[in-house]
């Protein structure tokens, strides 16, 4: 059982989101290119080690497009559409690694798994816990919105770009409502749920996950500190 | 604080703070479109009001609002848009949580008040833009020429954050007001408002 453990085969959410903060200047500095291309091949590196290859693959492909993309109108003639689709796309093209690591920590964190790491790092319940059923909730709002869509669809009251364009403030009312409406209802079970497993207790909870730091967490840490360095002084 | 916040607020809390987070960022991918980009501290404290009014009605305790704001700041730390949100998030959910509790956490007027004050996290992922605003040209100059800089400057000149502020506060009040005629005329009728 110990050595099962010694190979637990992902980082702990804590370094990953330790990752997370060590490289989001690559938002506000002049990065290099070079740096933001190797954070961008890293954190598809760890997709596709944690989460699915096709999630690591869509990033990366993005990013590779969005690059060559500006690279390719900057030698057109100056047009001033093509300047500002220049802009835009070299700033959103700097969120990517970041996106890709968020993506990272929301879809392979469980949240008895992210409870366990908080209470480990003394964190104070009144964050931890909402933070929790934020994770715990993402899907659910996602399959309901998705349901809620096709029932739209149905009724001949499409998403489409057009409608949400002409109709803003009907699309609006005709898929919040329902969504909130199904929302809270789930949501009034789910405190049930949680409650029944003693999260609303003051006292510390025990828990099967084994949230010590193991050898990938070291290698997330350096990996965190190099791109530190690299992102703040190269 | 005189009561605690139990297990059951702590939940809705982070309940409300998905729905909001999920439909604000669904909106905000509207910002994809650069023409609409500036546009979303008009589009998401509107489509925001209905769920934050709805979550007011959860809200009978100091530190729920604040909370909130605070997670919407890390939920876009970790989605990729910088510190600014969270940093802007700390203050203006501390200060609209002090204004829901004023109005004894059941006046309507308030509850508006208090959205637009809340919504100003929305505006906090501009700061993005401003504050690193001449770094950022420095390097473009370099990149694509003095011109270019120039037109990008007409499109978002450095006072238009003053308009950017106004319009969250704007419509952060009329989404409160929207959220608010919505909830009474869908949800109050099932029972759940």
Same mark, same amino acid.
């Given at each position: 059982m110990k050595g099962d453990q010694k190979r637990r085969s992902r980082p702990n959410v804590r370094s990953e989101l330790l990752f997370l903060l060590a490289i989001n200047g690559v938002l506000i500095g002049n990065v290099k290119p070079a740096v933001i291309f190797a954070l961008v091949l890293f954190s598809g590196l760890l997709l596709c080690l944690f989460c699915r290859i096709s999630t690591a693959a869509k990033y990366v492909l993005t990013y590779c497009l969005m690059f060559s993309a500006e690279h390719l109108l900057m030698l057109l003639p100056g047009i001033s559409l093509f300047h500002f689709i220049i802009v835009i796309s070299s700033v959103l093209r700097k969120f990517i690694p970041c996106f890709m690591v968020g993506c990272l920590i929301l879809e392979t964190t469980t949240p008895g798994n992210f409870l366990a790491s908080m209470q480990r790092l003394h964190m104070p319940k009144? #964050?931890?816990?909402? #933070? *929790? +059923?934020?994770?715990?909730? #993402?899907? $659910? +709002?996602?399959?309901?919105?998705?349901?809620?869509? =096709? *029932?739209?669809?149905?009724?001949?009251? /499409?998403? =489409? #770009?057009?409608?949400?364009? %002409?109709?803003?403030?009907? $699309?609006?009312?005709?898929?919040?409502?329902?969504?909130?409406?199904? =929302?809270?209802?789930?949501?009034?079970?789910?405190? %049930? *749920? *949680?409650? %029944?497993?003693?999260? /609303?207790?003051?006292?510390?909870? $025990?828990?099967?996950?084994? +949230?010590r730091f193991c050898i990938w967490d070291h290698l997330l840490m350096l990996a965190a500190a190099v791109f530190f360095v690299l992102i703040t002084f190269v | 604080m005189k009561e605690k916040l139990n297990g059951k607020d702590l939940i809705n809390i982070g309940i409300f703070s998905a729905i909001y987070f999920v439909i604000v960022f669904i909106t905000a991918m509207l910002g994809m479109v650069p023409i609409l980009y500036p546009m979303l501290t008009v589009i998401c404290p509107l489509v925001g009001g209905v769920v934050y009014m709805l979550f007011l009605?959860?809200?009978?305790?100091?530190?729920?609002?604040?909370?909130?704001?605070?997670?919407?700041? !890390?939920?876009?730390? !970790?989605?990729?848009?910088?510190?600014?949100?969270?940093?802007?998030?700390?203050?203006?959910?501390? !200060?609209?949580?002090?204004?829901?509790?004023?109005g004894n956490y059941g006046s309507s007027v308030k509850g508006v008040l208090s959205h637009a004050v809340f919504s100003l996290w929305i505006f906090g992922n501009y700061l993005l833009f401003y504050l690193n605003h001449e770094s950022y040209m420095k390097t473009r100059e370099e990149m694509v020429g003095k011109e270019y800089v120039d037109k990008l400057n007409s499109l978002l000149p450095m006072w238009s954050w003053v308009v950017l502020l106004a319009a969250t506060l704007i419509f952060g009040l009329i989404g409160g007001m929207m959220g608010k005629s919505m909830l009474k005329k869908h949800l109050s009728k099932a029972g759940i408002a």
């Open positions: 009144v #964050f931890s816990l909402p #933070f *929790a +059923v934020v994770l715990r909730f #993402f899907p $659910t +709002v996602k399959e309901d919105w998705h349901s809620i869509r =096709s *029932a739209m669809k149905l009724r001949g009251i /499409g998403l =489409s #770009f057009g409608n949400v364009i %002409a109709h803003p403030l009907r $699309t609006v009312e005709y898929i919040i409502v329902p969504l909130l409406s199904s =929302s809270i209802k789930i949501g009034d079970e789910l405190s %049930a *749920a *949680a409650i %029944a497993r003693g999260l /609303g207790m003051e006292r510390d909870r $025990t828990s099967v996950y084994d +949230v | 009605t959860r809200v009978k305790k100091f530190g729920m609002i604040w909370i909130m704001s605070i997670l919407m700041g !890390i939920l876009m730390l !970790i989605s990729g848009m910088s510190w600014y949100a969270l940093a802007i998030g700390v203050f203006s959910g501390l !200060i609209a949580d002090l204004i829901f509790k004023s």
